[in-house]
């Protein structure tokens, strides 16, 4: 059974940085695509970013373009979330998920495993 486990979630003022982690286990990491997605309190879970098997191709909405990073070390069988310039609005409980999709772009709907969640939370 594939399981997914985030840390790294936390407090931090707006501009500042944060790296989320995500160790896969039950799986190989090098045979899924892998994502990071986003809800807020009463709305719905959005894309964030996410990274094809091979590592090379990746996806991010347009809100985080230029400050958030999605990468994987194989070794460690961990995806990461490098987010910087961190705004108020970032705020969210944040999920790692994995697709059996080798390059699931921002289709959650392709997404079969999903983590618990870590809370990140922006002041300003």
């Known amino acids: 059974q594939v399981q997914l486990v985030e840390s790294g979630g936390g407090l931090v003022q707006a501009g500042g940085s944060l790296r989320l982690s995500c160790v896969i286990s039950?799986?190989?990491?090098?045979?899924?695509?892998m994502g990071w997605f986003r809800q807020i309190l009463g709305k719905e879970r959005e894309f964030v970013a996410s990274l094809d098997s091979s590592g090379q191709d990746t996806t991010y909405t347009d809100s985080v373009k230029g400050r958030f990073t999605i990468s994987k070390d194989n070794a460690k069988s961990t995806v990461y979330l490098q987010m910087t310039s961190l705004k108020p609005e970032d705020t969210a409980v944040y999920f790692c998920?994995?697709?059996?999709?080798?390059?699931?772009?921002?289709?959650?709907?392709?997404?079969?495993?999903w983590g618990q969640g870590t809370q990140v939370t922006v002041s300003s």
């Open positions: 039950g799986g190989d990491i090098r045979t899924y695509g």
């Open positions: 998920a994995a697709s059996r999709w080798l390059q699931p772009k921002d289709r959650s709907n392709v997404f079969d495993y």
